[in-house]
């Protein structure tokens, strides 16, 4: 039986302590922290490992040593700051790992599996292929819960990660539990399925690195945090990466000469096309995780209810006026001076940046097309665009830094000089 309950929020006090733990390995004291790291990282030990089991292994041991070493000199009593010292010395090992750690040549051709196999079966496959109710599928639940996983790659972190994939995971139960017949909770056997059904929609830019996502929450985050509920998610969702990278008409309620005609015509099509497995680069996400003011957000989607308003009373096609026009075109200038106002924060987010821009090709491409070839449901495609950049803002918004506090200025001579990052400054 899968857990409904909403997503666990931060700690009330979790800003800060953690900028309790900075202040703290930015100390003289903390020297010793320091240069276990800077030792380790200057003589890429991490390059001597034959595996990826190994490398997850070996920097699991670093940051045990290096929390053990810190626990020495600071003496901590409380078993919260004590946690929270360890999230730190993660961070900060990772983050700086990070371009060595993840997504490694190794892991380059299962990535491609699966992004192919996901690019393929979601042209074709229905979900009641998946055994799942057509009834069961809330189309805002499930466009949340893959947004979650297309944020995963802004964030350096296991935990932030993590935290993308559990609510990805959340957001699934949501839709069961809304969908449920009498309000009745599902079990696994429902829960599974809807997983995999959902994992099946992501866009490429989602799907070419999920596998590497996963394997980088398994390998580096330290096993002493990675258990219970977590654990059980990951573990979810890394089965139904495997399940889709290998799927085929045995696995599905299909006929199998449908699937095999429908599978190799659209293989054929994609490979005319090119994977690009080059992700645009992203901002390293705020290792904090602190929440900011959302007033933009409230904003947008307070326009948006109001410009637009869809709902399952729609008109037929031959009603449609201008006024329909009229409003996609308001809402396309109003959408384009929010861009202005929030320039900087769509600066440093290419992601949000880059869904900005897919909608107004969208709306440019309606306001273009002939007006008998409009529909209410090209208008309700234009409307969902907008819900899924409130939504990206959301998610995004969520991760940045405040970037006012500057809650590290290293002033150690030697630290300014190592290659190292213990701060919380966009690099």
């Excluded at 040593?65 to 700051?81: C, H």
């Amino acid at each position: 039986m899968t857990d409904n309950s909403p997503p666990k929020g931060p700690k009330p006090n979790q800003k800060s302590t953690l900028h309790n733990f900075y202040q703290k390995i930015k100390d003289d004291k903390s020297l010793p922290v320091r240069k276990i790291l800077e030792s380790y990282f200057k003589k890429n030990n991490i390059a001597e490992c034959q595996t990826r089991e190994e490398q997850g292994q070996a920097l699991q041991n670093l940051m045990t040593l290096m929390e053990a070493k810190f626990q020495d000199i600071f003496q901590e009593t409380d078993e919260n700051e004590i946690e929270l010292n360890g999230e730190g010395i993660e961070a900060i090992v990772t983050k700086n790992f990070y371009e060595r750690i993840f997504n490694t040549p190794e892991e380059h051709d299962t990535n491609k599996q699966v992004c192919e196999s996901i690019n393929i079966h979601q042209k074709f496959l229905k979900p009641e292929h998946l055994e799942i109710q057509e009834n069961r599928i809330i189309a805002e639940r499930l466009q949340r819960a893959c947004l979650n996983l297309q944020a995963m790659g802004s964030n350096k972190l296991p935990r932030g990660k993590l935290n993308f994939a559990i609510n990805f995971c959340h957001e699934i139960s949501k839709m069961l539990a809304e969908s449920a017949k009498d309000g009745m909770p599902d079990g696994a056997d429902t829960f599974l399925p809807m997983v995999n059904y959902s994992l099946l929609q992501l866009p490429e830019d989602a799907a070419i690195q999920l596998f590497s996502n996963m394997e980088y929450i398994r390998l580096f985050r330290h096993s002493n945090r990675l258990q219970g509920q977590d654990d059980y998610y990951l573990t979810t969702l890394s089965s139904t990466i495997e399940f889709i990278s290998n799927l085929s008409a045995k696995d599905l309620k299909i006929d199998p000469d449908y699937y095999n005609e429908q599978y190799n015509f659209y293989k054929a099509q994609l490979s005319q096309e090119t994977i690009n497995e080059e992700i645009p680069k992203q901002e390293e996400a705020d290792l904090l995780e602190i929440n900011t003011d959302t007033a933009n957000v409230k904003q947008v989607e307070e326009f948006l209810s109001s410009q637009v308003q869809l709902n399952s009373d729609a008109q037929p096609d031959s009603q449609l006026n201008s006024d329909h026009v009229a409003k996609i075109e308001t809402l396309n200038g109003q959408i384009m001076d929010l861009s202005q106002q929030n320039e900087q924060l769509l600066t440093e987010n290419i992601s949000i940046k880059q869904l900005l821009n897919k909608f107004m090709e969208e709306t440019y491409r309606f306001k273009n097309e002939e007006f008998e070839e409009q529909s209410v449901n090209k208008l309700r495609l234009v409307f969902n665009s907008c819900k899924e950049l409130i939504q990206s803002l959301e998610l995004h918004i969520n991760q940045e830094s405040n970037q006012s506090e500057n809650l590290i200025q290293l002033d150690n001579a030697s630290l300014k000089q190592s290659p190292l990052r213990f701060n919380l400054e966009k690099q």
